[in-house]
């Protein structure tokens, strides 16, 4: 189909079609020659040729048109209708033809030059469609849309621009012609044009934050840094209550080793209901590593984390939970590692690191209903296994916690180091039977792919 088919003028065509035949002819009129009911006939014709076309009977269509022409030939409709007919047919040079014949008749028809251009447009004949889009452009702007397409697909990428510009200063600005833009940026490179272009809008509308934004990203991403700095701190002196701001400002501020201003954006956008989770994750991320190296300021990672209104995603929860892991808070980390597992309850990296938080912490029964639960959905995940049968080990359980290591070890592939480990607690778990005699074969195992180490 077009790129812009116009559904509610073709569905006004099919209505009007039949009135426009029938105002045609005047049926009530006393015949005034001898041609009888030839006036009758072209009727039943052409209803005949409606009704096979709306059953998709579309070459009977023809037959039942055909034999309107044989009767009357002057009536432009009827071309119409076979060019129609002659489009679903695919028969495109009978319908180009008969279309034609039609514009000849009425040449200011919009429902026939819509048609035309359907049938070049199926055909891709691009060159042929732009002729008769700029016919149509005159009928409804909406068609300078597709104008603007063809012109891409031509690559004839500046008329294409001026298509649109000449569009948003009628219409103003929307997402799908600056997504068209952007992509003739895309497919030429021109970083220039694509930012003279965000320029000339923030000129005539300055209030538009999303113009700005869009202009500090194409500076960033042109490695334009200090230009992107200026521009946001532009949008700011504009509106000091822009959020999304602090999207990029807290960057800037932190390779500019402005830390309480990076720390106040980072804050600000975590605590920011509008902005997205996954946004807010790539954020928070950033802030973990910043307190990593800088853990004086953990105070205001937690003050953000911690705020009851800030909604975190899986992912930040996640990320969260190995913050805290490593700076030895264990219960942070466990509850942030739950929170997130609630949301992403079937994520195996989470499931595991759970477990071995509980180990950690020495809850070995609920480390050993998790395992037990997370075999269900990963039976095949030997470090499961290894976990289950430590806690078992822990809970006086080695026989149970024999079964699951040995099992475990089928799964194992080219992993020395867990191998090891399955050793240790194997050997640890036959002390406990009293098989020394095992117990000591296994001590060997492990120490032998130690000195291998």
């Not at 039943?44 to 030939?73: M, S, T």
């Not at 909406?142 to 500046?158: P, Q, S, V, W």
């Amino acid at each position: 189909m077009k790129p812009n088919l116009n559904i509610t003028k073709l569905f006004t065509v099919l209505l009007l079609v039949p009135m426009f035949a029938l105002a045609q002819v005047d049926f009530n009129k006393k015949p005034d020659d001898d041609l009888g009911n030839v006036k009758d006939e072209y009727q039943e014709h052409f209803f005949e040729a409606l009704k096979q076309k709306g059953i998709e009977n579309y070459e009977r269509a023809v037959e039942a048109l055909q034999k309107c022409l044989e009767i009357d030939n002057t009536k432009p409709v009827i071309y119409f209708e076979l060019g129609k007919n002659y489009n679903q047919l695919k028969n495109f040079g009978a319908a180009e033809d008969a279309l034609k014949k039609a514009i000849s008749m009425q040449p200011d028809n919009e429902w026939f030059l819509d048609e035309l251009y359907d049938v070049y447009y199926r055909q891709d004949d691009v060159d042929n469609a732009i002729k008769t889009v700029k016919q149509l452009v005159k009928y409804h702007p909406d068609y300078k849309m597709d104008l603007a397409t063809l012109y891409i697909k031509k690559e004839k990428f500046n008329t294409a621009l001026r298509v649109l510009d000449e569009l948003d200063q009628e219409l103003g600005t929307n997402d799908l012609r600056d997504q068209m833009r952007n992509s003739i940026y895309n497919k030429t490179g021109d970083a220039k044009d694509r930012i003279d272009n965000l320029k000339a809008r923030i000129s005539a509308n300055p209030n538009n934050e999303n113009n700005h934004l869009q202009l500090i990203y194409r500076y960033s991403q042109t490695g334009k840094t200090k230009k992107a700095f200026e521009a946001a701190k532009e949008l700011l002196r504009i509106k000091p209550d822009s959020k999304l701001v602090h999207l990029a400002l807290y960057k800037f501020y932190l390779d500019g080793d402005e830390v309480d201003k990076a720390v106040a954006s980072m804050k600000l956008v975590l605590n920011t209901p509008e902005i997205d989770g996954q946004v807010k994750s790539k954020v928070l991320q950033d802030f973990v590593k910043f307190v990593e190296k800088n853990p004086q300021y953990q105070k205001d990672l937690i003050e953000a984390t911690d705020n009851v209104d800030t909604e975190k995603n899986s992912e930040s929860l996640s990320n969260l939970g190995a913050y805290y892991s490593k700076t030895g808070d264990k219960q942070k980390a466990l509850k942030n590692y739950k929170e997130a597992l609630r949301k992403n309850p079937s994520d195996f990296k989470l499931l595991r690191d759970v477990i071995l938080i509980q180990i950690e912490l020495k809850n070995y029964e609920q480390a050993l209903t998790d395992t037990n639960s997370a075999l269900e959905l990963y039976p095949a995940q030997p470090i499961l296994y290894l976990l289950n049968g430590v806690s078992n080990i822990n809970l006086s359980q080695p026989q149970k916690a024999i079964e699951n290591l040995e099992m475990g070890l089928d799964f194992l592939v080219e992993n020395p180091q867990m191998e090891r480990d399955f050793y240790l607690q194997l050997s640890q778990a036959y002390k406990l039977v009293n098989n020394n005699a095992k117990s000591r074969t296994f001590a060997k195992k492990a120490e032998a792919i130690k000195v291998q180490q």
